[in-house]
């Protein structure tokens, strides 16, 4: 890769923005592309597929204006954002560390929220709607609330459903949920945003420890990132 091309990466890898690099092999010429800027009508169709491999972060190999070219991804962090710093949360922070995640627990309750009980993790002790307006959830982001708490969980859960993040759940019952679905409906959710929510969170492991349920709730995440990645892979196909 060229010098100046490495460096136009670096810099949206060091700014957390995906980038894809578009290298045409036949004529050896690359360039490196921001899905979103600068796209007018003639690109669409590259800015199309670009998205596409960023979704499923994998390199693409297609012909493209009847030329033999290679599409490399660039994308930012996965990252896991848990509201709530309680027990599930512990086991669940160092499943998704250690499934590549930078992880971010958020809990106005500084006394569950410290580094003794959550260490080498990113700990926010703001309020939920607060500490989220500075993260920029992307398409590379999964939210989960763990409170039981109204007061923490639907502000976090507004503020997510109005976000491209790619996995939001909540924890809780059927019940919690039916009360939960009002709410945001009351609040002016549509059917199809509160569909997005999943919950009650985890799969359907027969999970009961907050070990075993962070478990169900790391694999729910990995099949709703990974299963979308197998989607945009076929479509491209």
């Known amino acids: 890769m060229r010098r100046g091309l490495l460096q136009q990466v670096n810099a949206c890898r060091s700014a957390n923005r995906p980038c894809v690099l578009v290298r045409n092999l036949e004529t050896h010429d ?10 007018d009508e003639q690109d669409a169709e590259l800015h199309d597929l670009a998205m596409r491999a960023l979704s499923a972060d994998q390199c693409l190999r297609l012909d493209l204006y009847g030329q033999d070219c290679f599409i490399q991804p660039f994308n930012a962090p996965l990252r896991l954002i848990i509201i709530g710093a309680v ?18 627990v958020v809990d106005p309750r500084q006394a569950f929220a410290s580094e003794a009980r959550f260490p080498g993790v990113t700990l926010n002790t703001e309020w939920p ?12 982001t999964a939210l989960v609330t763990l409170t039981h708490d109204p007061k ?11 976000s491209p993040a790619f996995y939001i759940g909540a924890l809780g019952s059927r019940k919690t949920q039916a009360a939960r679905i009002k709410r ?6 549509g059917e199809a945003e509160i569909a997005r929510l999943k919950a009650p969170v985890g799969l359907d492991i027969g999970a009961r420890s907050p070990a075993e349920i962070a ?17 945009q892979e076929t479509e491209i196909r």
């Open 129 to 140: 709607d607060f500490a989220l307006e500075t993260m920029a959830l992307d398409m590379r």
């Open 215 to 231: 478990i169900s709730i790391m694999a729910e995440i990995t099949a709703t990132l990974r299963t979308e990645d197998r989607r």
């Open 87 to 104: 027990h599930i949360g512990q086991h669940l922070a160092s499943n998704a560390t250690a499934c590549g995640y930078d992880v971010v």
């Open 30 to 39: 690359s360039f490196v592309l921001e899905p979103g800027l600068h796209v």
């Open 152 to 162: 923490l969980d639907d502000p976090a859960l507004q503020v997510a459903l109005r």
């Open 184 to 189: 945001l409906q009351q609040a002016g959710f």
